[in-house]
């Protein structure tokens, strides 16, 4: 079994409709969250972090966490082609510069006009 | 946002040879970097930690004589594949840790563009 778990898509969505990407994951060690966008041949772009509980906000993105469920997600509202990427979920156990990230496989999702 | 810069970011070569490949904090400095290799609809894949003025840690797994790893300075890390064959056709990414903001949470990483390795 993997230690994160992240349906690869694709997922196809229309202009302006809510995206809801999400990973498991089966390590209760991990207290770090992150999710990337990674746009084709290109390195992954950090777009949110949490290490709590609960829903983080930052414009159109919402990190949502579930500790107890093991259970993370990713929400775009008003999603834009430019959305068109794909998105890799990651976490870690703890803080520190040598600490490692476990990634998700990324799901592609294509936002279509 | 800290910028590293990943260089080149396509390389062509016959088997046999060997590429080098250099990942560069533009901004700050980085004592670790971290190298990643991805496979098509994969997941990134950690090969090695990169130390400044100390050896690479290896996953298991990835040959350390095969893949060369030199930290030289606090903004410099190469990867070298060594005699690549077809098999080493992949894309290797690069990251480096800075210090961010938010308690519980002290370093972000930011990634190079990578480099698409073809072995001919």
């Known amino acids: 079994q993997k230690e994160v778990e992240q349906d690869p898509g694709p997922l196809s969505v229309p202009e302006g409709a809510i995206v809801s990407l999400n990973c498991t994951y089966s390590n209760s060690a991990f207290q770090y969250f992150m999710w990337y966008r990674q746009y084709s041949r290109k390195g992954p772009e950090l777009l949110m972090y949490t290490y709590s509980s609960g829903n983080k906000e930052d414009g159109r993105f919402t990190a949502q966490v579930d500790k107890s469920s093991k259970y993370i997600s990713l929400f775009i509202r008003d999603s834009q082609p430019s959305d068109s990427a794909t998105y890799l979920c990651a976490m870690k156990r703890d803080t520190g510069t040598a600490s490692k990230l476990t990634f998700g496989t990324g799901t592609r999702l294509q936002v279509t006009l | 946002g800290a910028v590293v810069s990943q260089h080149p970011s396509r390389v062509i070569c016959k088997s046999g040879t060997s590429v080098k490949i250099e990942c560069r904090s533009l901004?700050?400095?980085?004592?670790?970097m971290f190298w990643y290799r991805q496979f098509p609809k994969q997941s990134l894949m950690l090969m090695a930690t990169s130390n400044e003025g100390s050896k690479a840690t290896y996953e298991q797994g990835v040959e350390k004589d095969k893949f060369l790893i030199n930290h030289a300075s606090l903004t410099l890390s190469t990867l070298t594949v060594t005699s690549a064959h077809p098999e080493d056709s992949s894309f290797y990414i690069c990251?480096?840790?800075?210090?961010?903001?938010?308690?519980?949470?002290?370093?972000?990483?930011?990634f190079g563009s990578g480099t698409q390795l073809s072995v001919l």
């Open positions: 990251s480096a840790p800075s210090a961010g903001t938010g308690s519980g949470f002290n370093e972000k990483l930011f």
């Open positions: 901004d700050f400095q980085a004592t670790t």
